[in-house]
């Protein structure tokens, strides 16, 4: 049984800084592909940025470019999002998702099997 883990979500002023965490376990696929969405009430999931996790090229939502940044830790399948500069806008509750790795990830939700329960990020001005 798959399961994604976040953590790391807080509340932060702008400018500030959080790394989120998500520790995945139980994938029955010899390779994946990881992505970090974000959503607020009312709105659409969006997609902030996503990988394979054997190739690690990742692509990034254009909200979050220069700010943001993903890594992998293959030994403890973990997906890491250090994030900067942070603004109002990026407040929300962030997920994180995987799926086989078929095809280039895309930042779409639909794409994703699997899903954490979330972790907050409130950022205030």
């Known amino acids: 049984q798959v399961q994604l883990v976040e953590s790391g979500g807080g509340s932060v002023q702008a400018g500030g800084s959080l790394r989120l965490s998500c520790e995945a376990s139980g994938f029955p696929y010899s390779r994946n592909q990881m992505a970090w969405f974000r959503q607020v009430p009312g709105k659409e999931r969006e997609g902030v940025v996503c990988?394979?996790?054997?190739?690690?090229?990742?692509i990034y939502a254009d909200s979050v470019k220069g700010r943001f940044t993903v890594s992998h830790d293959k030994s403890k399948n973990a997906l890491y999002l250090q994030m900067t500069s942070l603004t109002p806008q990026d407040t929300g509750m962030y997920y994180c998702a995987a799926i086989e790795a078929i095809w280039a990830c895309r930042l779409d939700v639909g794409a994703y099997a699997f899903w954490g329960q979330g972790t907050q990020v409130t950022v205030s001005s």
């Open positions: 990988a394979d996790t054997d190739e690690f090229r990742p």
